[in-house]
């Protein structure tokens, strides 16, 4: 997810742009700001490569303030939440976060997201660019008996990278005893924060949740941290993609099924068994049965990248597919993609070829993630 997740992609909006909390803080470090679904956020501050390969070997610090951050309330409260999503919410334990999806009746994503269980309600983190629709959703679904408290008075930070839990322990021993998809309130540098062991980098990590009045004191005591640096949306999306994580609005969408996406693993065998999600149907079958499409690694031979939306042919030159995200890939050295090909060209090792400005570059399907996960476990 984060998530909940990055596109570099600007924004053509012409409504006036929203600003995170650190907003004053981007500018003082340099940053370079474009328009992103509709917040003025940083792309960069000394370099895509530098802050990628700085996330992989120290601690990069990520502000990913503008993404929706709810309090969900009411009676059986994870049963609630399961007929919307095909995740097992009923089996997740106090103080454990899960990544799931909502669906539509077609068995398509409307947005992938993280679902943490607290005593007494669900806490949801959404994507940036869908978190209205996402909220408006999960209102209008659940009826009166439920409460979705948004929580614009919050900001959200992730710190990603090998060094992450060395800075954390710093500030709250606590967090070296943290598991992977585990959730706990920490004081960190005096100011008390809703922490998770998790992110969107491949990295170890955290994601913080904290007042939106005190973002910037936490931001400026991590970066006073000599492992830490500042990350911009251009390296968290070199980084998710050669961990071979789905980008939202990219890689899934409303007509993308969880099972054509290869997240099957997000549908535990009881809800496998049971249904009861929006799309069960179609998606349950695709699962017995498979896909007629898949999503796959992709590696173009040479140095040109195979963007998103590029046709990927056959050896014989039909169209088999289309690229969903791509670019370089600065631990890779070389250029990186994901898409979706026809199923019987999707195993590893396949030929393909990308048909970029009239011409036919060679490549192949490779197994995902590009870099191993370096998760805690």
Request: some cysteine; glycine content about 10%; overall charge negative.
């Amino acid at each position: 997810m984060e998530n909940q997740v990055s596109n570099t992609k600007p924004d053509t909006n012409d409504a006036p742009l929203k600003q995170t909390p650190l907003a004053a803080l981007h500018q003082e470090l340099g940053a370079r700001m474009v328009p992103f679904t509709g917040y003025n956020m940083p792309v960069q501050y000394q370099g895509i490569i530098a802050e990628h390969t700085h996330t992989r070997t120290q601690a990069g610090l990520f502000d990913v303030s503008h993404m929706g951050q709810a309090i969900l309330h009411g009676p059986d409260i994870e049963k609630a939440l399961e007929t919307l999503v095909p995740g097992d919410i009923a089996g997740l334990a106090e103080g454990r976060v899960r990544y799931t999806l909502l669906t539509n009746d077609a068995g398509g994503v409307l947005d992938d997201l993280m679902v943490t269980r607290h005593e007494d309600h669900l806490f949801l983190i959404v994507n940036a660019a869908c978190k209205d629709a996402d909220f408006a959703h999960i209102s209008a679904q659940l009826g009166k008996a439920y409460t979705l408290e948004i929580k614009a008075d919050l900001a959200l930070l992730a710190l990603q990278g090998p060094a992450a839990v060395t800075v954390l322990s710093r500030l709250a021993p606590e967090a070296a005893q943290m598991s992977f998809m585990s959730a706990q309130t920490l004081v960190l540098g005096g100011i008390e924060c809703d922490v998770t062991r998790s992110g969107y980098t491949g990295e170890d990590g955290f994601e913080i949740s904290v007042s939106a009045s005190r973002v910037e004191r936490l931001a400026r005591r991590l970066l006073d941290e000599p492992e830490v640096a500042p990350i911009g949306l251009g390296a968290r999306d070199s980084l998710r993609l050669e961990a071979g994580l789905c980008l939202y609005g990219s890689d899934i969408d409303t007509v993308t099924t969880p099972i054509e996406a290869g997240l099957n693993w997000t549908i535990s065998k009881r809800r496998r068994t049971e249904g009861g999600f929006p799309g069960a149907d179609i998606i349950l079958q695709q699962l017995a049965e498979g896909p007629q499409r898949k999503r796959v690694g992709l590696k173009p031979e040479g140095k040109a990248p195979a963007r998103a939306h590029t046709e990927i042919t056959d050896s014989a030159g039909k169209k088999i597919g289309e690229v969903t995200s791509g670019g370089f890939g600065p631990s890779v050295g070389g250029p990186v993609a994901m898409g979706y090909v026809e199923t019987a060209h999707a195993k590893p090792g396949t030929p393909v070829n990308f048909q970029v400005r009239g011409k036919a570059l060679p490549g192949e399907v490779v197994a995902l993630p590009f870099v191993p996960h370096q998760y805690f476990k």
